[in-house]
């Protein structure tokens, strides 16, 4: 359920608008539901596009762009997505100055440049877009890129050029923002690193929420009526963390009044929910890590696993050397370090605790949409899952027309490459040539060799 939050991590919110203001770009990072989106939208409020124009001395738009509504992973989705983002911006009545008709009309025939012409084209349409607007409505554009890591890591480096000689180009006059998992500087191969050089000293971590903040997201979640004394309890198993924060908040209030102790809100599947989304998103030297840290404490953590660990907020000084975060987190990573192999054949999906399990071992890491797309295989499991079926499910219905078939199989090639053992050879994830996919209860190997040359792609 969303709810409506308060403006949190005011101090960093500072932070990062002086840098703006500078025409710094500003790279955000942390773990998925720690409160990316939030903070990002927060910056492109009215009130704070006019505090950050006060500040540079000049007007600013501060354009948000949801990079997973981009709907091929290429230089010209994301293109489209960016300038579609800035004509919805500009075609808000609330958004000032007024645009003249002409430059709302070139915006237009810029974007449709972008979704029909070839590469070439949308890349000058794409920067003739951002040059036209910072000039007509002579202002400073700030592009807020949320949900930046798929699409950052599947551009060409040319493109990512592109965007670094824009901002040479129109120096402060043109500002990124993006929103990721991981710094950028971690995330491509060594040498392609002229675009994240932009964002040089302004990595900025979105840890854990301070006292205050926490007590934010608890009233913004309904947690007002609480007691005090499952509040603070709230506050001592989340840690700071956005997600924990609400999950337990909405797990306290479905108990009657009195609320619940400490051990009913552990046992939540919300709640575990929360801490699986959070270990799924780490890699095996983390989880390895994290379990040492649980299991043998007075070992402690070498250097770069610290540091790491600690810049995605996962990490706290303790009174006895550092510690996870969370008791409810650490509880979870030690049922992760003594977590019998599940005695389960094929693709298991518990959807109660968001698990995906082949063949007896746990798959991690899995994205939100190849998440989607996991547990609508699951629903449909051994029937005929349509390509229309998977937009609809992963996307939603309105970009049934927008997302072609590339980007599927892009996004089924990805769920292969964690889930089968041979992702040339699949399985369990079977192409219906011409029709769409299935997730089959009968591993493809067990079938005769006609009936399995024709489910793969």
């Not at 009215?46 to 500040?55: D, F, K, T, V």
């Not at 981009?70 to 997505?81: C, H, M, Q, R």
């Not at 970009?399 to 699949?426: G, H, N």
Request: aromatic share 6%; net charge negative.
């Amino acid at each position: 359920m969303a709810v409506a939050l308060p403006v949190l991590r005011q101090a960093q919110l500072g932070a990062v608008q002086h840098a703006l203001a500078e025409g710094s770009c500003v790279a955000l990072f942390g773990l998925s539901n720690t409160g990316k989106s939030p903070f990002l939208r927060a910056l492109a409020a009215p009130e704070n596009q006019q505090r950050l124009a006060e500040m540079a001395g000049r007007d600013s738009a501060l354009i948000y762009a949801d990079c997973n509504r981009v709907v091929e992973l290429s230089a010209t989705g994301f293109y489209e997505i960016v300038v579609r983002s800035l004509l919805e911006f500009i075609e808000d009545p609330g958004t000032p100055p007024e645009p003249a008709p002409e430059l709302m009309q070139q915006l237009r025939d810029y974007h449709n440049q972008i979704t029909t012409g070839p590469a070439f084209q949308a890349s000058l349409a794409f920067n003739n877009a951002l040059a036209d607007t910072c000039n007509r409505l002579d202002l400073s554009l700030v592009l807020l890129l949320d949900e930046f890591d798929e699409i950052y890591t599947a551009l060409e480096e040319r493109t990512l050029l592109n965007l670094r000689a824009l901002k040479d180009h129109t120096r402060n006059r043109l500002v990124y923002v993006t929103a990721t998992v991981r710094p950028l500087y971690e995330m491509r191969a060594a040498g392609e690193s002229e675009f994240a050089e932009l964002f040089a000293g302004h990595h900025q971590p979105l840890g854990l929420l301070a006292g205050d903040d926490a007590l934010r997201v608890i009233a913004a979640n309904g947690g007002e009526s609480l007691g005090q004394a499952v509040v603070d309890t709230i506050v001592r198993l989340a840690g700071g963390h956005f997600g924990l924060l609400g999950a337990l908040t909405q797990a306290a209030l479905r108990f009657p009044r009195g609320g619940p102790d400490s051990q009913r809100l552990t046992g939540d599947a919300a709640a575990r929910a929360e801490c699986l989304k959070v270990w799924n998103q780490l890699p095996s030297d983390e989880h390895s890590a994290l379990i040492n840290l649980v299991t043998a404490p007075e070992e402690g953590l070498a250097g770069p696993d610290a540091e790491r660990l600690r810049a995605l907020g996962l990490l706290v000084d303790g009174p006895r050397g550092e510690t996870l975060f969370s008791e409810l987190f650490a509880g979870f990573v030690r049922r992760q370090s003594a977590q019998p192999a599940q005695a389960v054949q094929g693709v298991l999906v518990d959807e109660d605790a968001g698990e995906v399990w082949v063949g007896g071992a746990k798959v991690s890491v899995l994205t939100d949409l190849e998440y989607k797309l996991m547990r609508l295989l699951n629903e449909r499991r051994d029937r005929l899952t349509t390509k229309d079926m998977i937009v609809d499910a992963v996307w939603g219905g309105e970009y049934l027309d927008r997302v072609d078939d590339a980007r599927i199989e892009k996004l089924v090639s990805r769920l292969r490459a964690k889930i089968e053992p041979d992702p040339a050879r699949p399985r369990y994830l079977l192409t219906q040539r011409g029709r769409g996919y299935k997730l089959s209860s009968t591993p493809a190997a067990a079938r005769d060799e006609d009936s399995a040359e024709t489910s793969r792609e």
